[in-house]
């Protein structure tokens, strides 16, 4: 795993717990390219279901990591992101994410269409997984998407800042982290508890 950054001050993340990255519930997310950022964030249900706090107390951790080299192969990109998201899917409580891409230009090299054909690369491995819990393959394990835009205009590098999650240097990483801000904001806004339970899944405990 990659370094965690704790936020939570509540006293809800328990550091002496060495699989507590796998009790809470969590989103892992990609902002593919030729140097992808990926971003794993932490996040308290009951804070945001049921409590309504504001983001900055439903945010319990985040970890952050660039990808680069080839995309594909035992080292390449789609299989490290794999990888990782594996071992977050041990316990129940992941969601898995992809930027989207949708080009505005007419550009066919080969750096330009990096995030396509990862996309590709990662709807394509994960339709063969089987869902955490579930007894049967079915269609795989869901992707999710969401345009950048979306994500950029709903948390900016201020709103980061404030929540103690901006990364100075290349974007890539701080994107990943909007999308995945996004993606739990977007849990209470469009289904509450019937939509979180569909994507992450339910544990009892997390609702004390």
Sequence with gaps: MPKIHVLDQEGRWDA???????????VIWIDPGEVSGVAVIWFDPQA??????????????????FLH??????????????????????????ATGCESFVP????QSHEFLA???IRAALDYEMSKLK????????NGVPLYVQSPT?????FNNQRLTALRMYTPGPDHINDAKRHGLLHIRRLK???GIDLFKSMHGYEEGWFH
């Design 69 to 94: 080299g080839p995309e594909n192969g035992i080292n390449g990109q789609v299989h490290r992101y794999l990888r990782l998201r594996s071992k977050l899917d041990e316990e129940t409580g992941l």
């Design 104 to 107: 505005l230009q007419l550009n």
């Design 48 to 65: 945001l279901l049921v409590d309504g706090a504001k983001t900055a107390k439903v945010i319990l951790a985040y970890s952050e990591l």
């Design 16 to 26: 002496k717990n060495e699989d507590e990255f796998l009790w809470w519930p969590r």
């Design 115 to 117: 995030p396509v054909r």
């Design 131 to 138: 869902p955490h819990g579930a007894r049967e393959i079915g």
């Design 189 to 191: 806004a469009q289904g």
């Design 150 to 154: 979306d994500a950029k205009s709903a």
